[in-house]
């Protein structure tokens, strides 16, 4: 069983910083690729970034390109560094896990957290 637990969410000014930290528990060979999707109200959960298993590779949406950061501590912990938030940033952030190397869709995923609720005020 794969269990996957998002934090760091909170509420921030428009402009500010968040860091976001997904932690990964069970067998390390159900998963290879981390991402981050995010659900505003009313919409559809969307893809934000991944990273590969060792970390060499990211890839982001191109909302985000340029002011998040993804990024693997090991195969247990990932993060999400997000900077200059925007309002419509504002949405709950799920981490996920794939059996795929590189997965960029929200099909791609196999495992996935609760969710952290991020808010920023304008």
């Known amino acids: 069983q794969v269990q996957l637990a998002e934090s760091g969410g909170g509420l921030v000014q428009a402009g500010g910083s968040l860091r976001l930290s997904c932690a990964a528990s069970g067998s390390t060979f159900s998963w290879v690729g981390m991402g981050w999707f995010r659900q505003a109200p009313g919409k559809e959960r969307e893809f934000v970034a991944a990273v590969t298993w060792t970390g060499d590779h990211t890839f982001y949406a191109d909302s985000v390109k340029g002011r998040f950061t993804i990024s693997r501590e090991n195969a247990r912990t990932m993060y999400l560094q997000m900077t200059s938030l925007k309002p419509e940033d504002t949405a709950v952030y799920f981490c996920?896990?794939?059996?795929?190397?590189?997965?960029?869709?929200?099909?791609?995923?196999?495992?996935w957290g609760q969710g952290t609720q991020v808010t920023v005020s304008s």
């Open positions: 996920a896990a794939s059996r795929l190397l590189r997965a960029t869709t929200r099909e791609e995923y196999d495992y």
